[in-house]
DNA sequence: TGACGTGAGTGACCTTGATCACAACTGTAA
DNA sequence: TTACAGTTGTGATCAAGGTCACTCACGTCA
């Protein structure tokens, strides 16, 4: 089956086949039934905005395939990147829960599919079926953990290295249980890593010069090779 | 009744009648009578630590009387103060739902009183009333929406100026909905707005200069008059 | 009354990173 | 191939704040 954009369509986009601790698995059989019959699927191009910081809180969506960007921006246009969520995150699940507007804008960095379930019938399946409840809160309070180490690391790194030493070790911690090395396919622009670490694309490009010139890190084409994890740490610091 | 530290005890601190959309507000009566049992309540002079980072959850702290800070710090001792409590806030909720360590220290800024009501008793009693626990995800989301804001600021907002511009317009937009002007009394030290804002103690102090001189703010004692507010929001401008 | 501690104001200096301005490099489409 | 847009590397400049080092003001306590 192919989709738009040179994509398969997942034909049973389950987020449980994607991640195991997922909100919405091990339900029981009615939930499961229910959760299926108010969902609905879709496929994004790179580049597709789910939602809009601001808006009204339309449903969230479960990342099935992709990656995607989270993002705040003032009115003068400066940036953040607040997350990079990829596949069994659940984006929006705040705006929805609370009514408020979306807080951040998410946008597909590369083609990919999501389930989307609208407002209305998540509160009206989240009333009839209070375990799940207790589930979303428990998903509430991580997203709240995340927000508060981006607090940390824009309150406490002052330094643009520093930051960018704790991103670094961020991706290679995720990606490389499997040997010492660490090696991260590199698929950010230097300015959406400023934007990350809220600081300059120049700034950016200066700190991989830096980086690679103290034998810290290492580039072989998108692949980035951290060389000395200790000294990141060391720079860290936090 | 004297309590210690020259505070009265509040006979029935409940918190409803602190404020009215409370997290433990207008219950069914079999819930709120098992609330009743597996609170505690305990007064606490000024600086005395509720709970610090790090530390494995023993509960939520639900404030009746005084103010606190909660703060985070980096390990070479640098310290920003992320939110200021006061009567009626629930503190430590996210580290007992998600079970993490408190990701903040709560240290009281003066003689207070708190209900106490440990972690094992608040789950069971969220098991137990379903209808809670969606209220509960209802205030993370609050607590993530504020969390939301400061990395905003952190992010977004680039110089001191800005961030005490907006800093100041928070303290006059809770106060002083009663006249225009915009009072407020000033309990903080320089010191402490610096960790609030993420700057040094001097910049606070110069920054109070500065406004002073440009007619933003004026002091009288230790009370803080609002003196042009567009020129303020203009500052701030995110 | 004086000693002491804490908080506040202010000047001098100096580091850091933002800004500007190019040049070099990449891939893609014509 | 050329053309072009998007990305990256790097130097020169500059202003904003952090840091340091004081002094002053105001309390409390002995």
Redesign the interface.
Known sequence: MRAPYGLNILDNCLTCSVREEHLFCNLSVHAGQRLNEIKSTAVYPKGAMLFIEGQQPRGVFVLCAGKAKLS?????G?T?I?KLSDAGDVLG??AV??N?PY?VTAEMMEPGQANFIPRESLVQF??DH??V??R???Q??????T??D???T?????SPSEKFAKLLLSWSTKTAQNDGAGQVKLTLTHEEIAEII?TTRETVSRLFSEFKKKQLLQLKGSTLIIRNRPALEKIV??
């Open positions: 705040t921006s003032s009115r003068e400066k953040i607040t699940l705040n829960i609370s408020h807080e989240l009333k209070g375990e409840a207790l979303v809160a428990e509430l309070s991580r997203n709240y953990f927000a508060y981006e607090i940390r824009l309150g406490l790194a002052t809220g610091q936090s």
